[in-house]
T-cell receptor
Framework: GAVVSQHPSRVICKSGTSVKIECRSLDFQATTMFWYRQFPKQSLMLMATSNEGSKATYEQGVEKDKFLINHASLTLSTLTVTSAHPEDSSFYIC????????????FGDGTRLSIL | AQTVTQSQPEMSVQEAETVTLSCTYDTSESDYYLFWYKQPPSRQMILVIRQEAYKQQNATENRFSVNFQKAAKSFSLKISDSQLGDAAMYFCAYRSPGGSGYALNFGKGTSLLVTP
């Protein structure tokens, strides 16, 4: 089945550091990738939608300058949390989808981000 | 925007018994996709079952089946012969049709506990 690889799985860093999370589709072309954030015991909240070669579309309330998304190829999207602070600590999970409408999204295993 | 409601924050079932998780949604679209995802403690998102709204037949996947009532906008998940490994968070999700550009809209989730 389709595989999406997300790295790193866990990162702990100091406040003020920028952190980059990668999301790769390993065996299909992902025309669209989605970035979600999940707080403990809560549901997934969509942060942004990125299409290959174009600017990401951010959901209301998500800071574009804080969460930089790049989708430079059909197999890779990155989320950079800039100047991270403790309130940015969360579980971030990406998903990727091919162009064909009836194909489901495939999720990465997520990244647990802890800002000290 | 479509809303997805899971009214049961927690459910419990005994091993080998059957449990039904409820999900309702609100939409004005006539065609769409519905999903159930399982999220175990590892926090991986695992697709359990999917349903296309234009299909009248309820989807089934081994021990998992859905009761899709389009007029009532209801999409419940039945787990038969429950196993300890079924314990997890279960999320109901909605997606609009139309290519790859639409994200999943998740409900708040139901935590399923399976007792021996």
């Amino acid at each position: 089945g389709a595989v999406v690889s997300q790295h790193p799985s866990r990162v702990i860093c100091k406040s003020g550091t920028s952190v980059k999370i990668e999301c790769r589709s390993l065996d299909f072309q992902a025309t669209t990738m989605f970035w979600y954030r999940q707080f403990p015991k809560q549901s997934l909240m969509l942060m942004a939608t990125s299409n290959e070669g174009s600017k990401a579309t951010y959901e209301q309330g998500v800071e574009k300058d804080k969460f930089l998304i790049n989708h430079a190829s059909l197999t890779l999207s990155t989320l950079t949390v800039t100047s991270a602070h403790p309130e940015d600590s969360s579980f971030y999970i990406c998903s990727a989808k091919a162009q064909i409408d009836d194909q489901p999204q495939h999720f990465g295993d997520g990244t647990r981000l802890s800002i000290l | 925007a479509q809303t997805v409601t899971q009214s049961q924050p927690e459910m419990s079932v005994q091993e080998a018994e059957t449990v039904t998780l409820s999900c309702t949604y609100d939409t004005s679209e006539s065609d769409y996709y519905l999903f159930w995802y399982k999220q175990p403690p590892s926090r991986q998102m695992i697709l359990v079952i999917r349903q296309e709204a234009y299909k009248q037949q309820n989807a089934t996947e081994n021990r998992f089946s859905v009761n899709f009532q389009k007029a009532a906008k209801s999409f419940s998940l039945k787990i038969s012969d429950s196993q300890l490994g079924d314990a997890a968070m279960y999320f109901c999700a909605y997606r609009s049709p139309g290519g790859s550009g639409y994200a999943l809209n998740f409900g708040k989730g139901t935590s399923l506990l399976v007792t021996p």
